[in-house]
């Protein structure tokens, strides 16, 4: 009886190995993702305390789409209970395990916002969220989640209202992509509560880490119709001195450079005179 040769079976076991561990990273993973509607009040309590403000949540849930772990959350809400800064019908994100590890934050695969609400406000420290600490209780939280968010290879926007005080209120649809070397994003933007009610569009194209003066380099292109002249004036204290009421357009143009750092040009054009 002729015994196998070691070296006809050697290139076996990497593969017996790699099936042994994805099955259990699977097994474990959907273990973790099962128990995470008995973990949300744990959760949120935590998120709560790195944010200083009430946070909540009416349903948590977690599976697996073949080997990538998806996470849903519904119902959440960020700051007091009557007036939350932010409020989101749906919220899924599918986790990249991979770059997750590599970056040490949790980056998606892809992230799809639906019903979303944002509230900010305007002081002497510049704009925040609504009723959110000057001074957040985890500093660096809102860098990781602008990290987060910026290299995630896909996020969709749909029916999301962005609020800047109290009297301008802006609703938000697109799409932002990480790709090989740059990021990219394209909304469409419109006022609500406007009339005529302005609408146009906000788009960017930049690499490097956006929080990092001398590393990023791109550009921002944005374009506003119809805009009311008064609802600038608290934002940009130059346009009081426009002529009309409104503006038929409002273009944005702006560059980042590795060396120059950030340079943007706006240019307002006034209606012709009746």
Known sequence: MTEPRAGSTRWVWP???????LALYGGL???ALASLEGQRAQLLEALEARLGVPVSATALRGRFSGFTPVVELEGLRLGAPGAPAVTAEALTLELDVLESLYRRLPIARRLALRGVAIALEKDEAGLRLRGFPVAPADAALPAQVLRAIYHADAVSLDD??????RAQRW????????GWLWHRGALALS?????????GTLSYELRGDPLLE???EGRILGRLSRLDRALLAPWIPEAARLPGGSLEALALEGAFDREAGFQFRLRAEAGAPV
Do not use: K, N, T, Y
């Not at 593969?15 to 561990?21: D, M, N, P």
């Open 15 to 21: 593969w017996l190995l790699l099936f042994a561990a």
């Open 29 to 31: 993973g959907r273990l």
């Open 160 to 165: 999301v209202s962005l609020a800047l005080g």
């Open 171 to 178: 609703r938000l649809a697109g799409e932002l992509r990480d």
């Open 191 to 199: 006022q609500e509560d406007g009339a005529p009610g302005a609408s």
């Open 214 to 216: 001398g590393d990023r």
